[in-house]
């Protein structure tokens, strides 16, 4: 952006230690949007204070913010709300400057190198099966359980490019090649946990007018892509003490399942200097509109809860 008279007098005042003079200083610069980032990136530069260079950063990321806020109201009102992209908005909170085009290449390779797998002639299992093994063994992709000290652990990029992911990370990775290849797996409402359930081909995912316990062929732990069965997860609710109700199976929306990612990234922020992000993490989860949620939604994280270790 050709910078102005107007800038010029903005930008000598970001050093005003009135915090009132600042606080008005930084509104009208955000008024000016992304446009002027590279002016404030020039000005950093250029600066000897790192007071003064906190205080440009933070200007930086505010705008950066409020792009994200855009895009992610437009993609909550999109018609169908693509699990990639919400993907992408979370590592953009990160790393603003993320190229989506290098992720969209990684996950494009998966997707093609399951693709010459398949065919119609496989069992639910055994496309299961396939996908798995090009996701953790061809790809090599290794699983975390939840560390909010490794916030990278929740990024697809960062996911793709370390190949390690949380179970969160993983898991939304699987749904995206499964939504890619019409493979009918989905996020469900385990409590405690992030687990991923194949439907059988009949069931209505629309309408939910059957018990989805009973039309889930097994159910999938995206840590590493091991396969459980109902047997399994039966003796999960007993050890948890809780009824395994519908509710419970029912899928979990591409909304619900980024809101979600949200709400335990936002985990990873909680030290005084960081603790802004947090706040906003949430206030980017609230933007997200969820239509229904089951009466016994239950998504909160607990790793020391396993359907394998009964």
């Known amino acids: 952006m050709e910078e102005n008279?107007?800038?010029?007098?903005?930008?000598?005042?970001?050093d005003d230690p009135d915090e009132e003079v600042f606080?008005?200083?930084?509104?009208?610069?955000?008024?000016?949007?992304?446009?002027?980032?590279?002016?404030l990136e020039n000005l950093w530069e250029n600066t000897i204070s790192e007071d003064v260079q906190e205080r440009i950063e933070m200007l930086i990321h505010r705008l950066h913010y409020r792009d994200l806020t855009e895009e992610l109201t437009q993609w909550n009102n999109n018609t169908h709300q693509?699990?990639?992209?919400g993907a992408l908005l979370v590592a953009?909170?990160?790393?603003?400057?993320?190229?989506?085009?290098?992720?969209?290449?990684?996950?494009?390779?998966?997707?093609?190198?399951?693709?010459?797998?398949?065919n119609s002639y496989l069992t639910p299992l055994e496309q299961v099966n396939v996908v798995t093994s090009i996701l953790y063994n061809y790809f090599n992709l290794r699983g975390a359980e939840i560390g909010y000290q490794n916030p990278d652990e929740f990024l697809i990029n960062k996911q793709l490019e370390s190949k390690r992911?949380?179970?969160?990370?993983?898991?939304?990775?699987?749904?995206?090649?499964?939504?890619?290849?019409?493979?009918?797996?989905?996020?469900?409402?385990?409590?405690?946990?992030?687990?991923?359930?194949?439907f059988k081909t009949d069931y209505d995912f629309t309408r939910?007018?059957?018990?989805?316990?009973?039309?889930?062929?097994?159910?999938?732990?995206?840590?590493?892509?091991?396969?459980f069965t109902?047997?399994?997860?039966?003796?999960?609710?007993?050890?948890?003490?809780?009824?395994?109700?519908?509710?419970?199976?029912?899928?979990?929306s591409n909304k619900r399942v980024i809101q979600f990612m949200m709400e335990e990234f936002s985990k990873c922020f909680t030290d005084e200097k960081n603790s802004y992000k947090q706040k906003e993490l949430l206030a980017l989860s609230e933007l997200i509109t969820i239509e229904e949620k089951p009466d016994t939604s239950d998504t909160d994280t607990d790793t020391d809860a396993d359907p394998e270790n009964e």
């Open 5 to 14: 008279k107007e800038i010029s007098a903005l930008f000598h005042l970001i």
């Open 23 to 39: 606080n008005v200083v930084s509104t009208r610069i955000i008024d000016f949007g992304k446009g002027i980032i590279p002016n």
């Open 82 to 85: 693509d699990l990639l992209t």
């Open 92 to 118: 953009r909170f990160q790393f603003p400057d993320l190229v989506p085009a290098q992720v969209y290449q990684e996950v494009e390779k998966l997707r093609r190198n399951i693709w010459l797998e398949l």
């Open 165 to 198: 992911g949380n179970t969160i990370a993983n898991g939304i990775l699987y749904l995206i090649l499964c939504e890619l290849l019409d493979v009918p797996v989905r996020a469900i409402n385990i409590p405690h946990q992030f687990v991923l359930g194949y």
């Open 208 to 227: 939910h007018v059957e018990n989805p316990l009973y039309k889930t062929e097994f159910f999938i732990d995206p840590m590493s892509g091991q396969v």
């Open 230 to 252: 109902h047997k399994d997860v039966e003796n999960y609710f007993k050890r948890i003490n809780v009824a395994p109700s519908a509710g419970y199976f029912k899928q979990l």
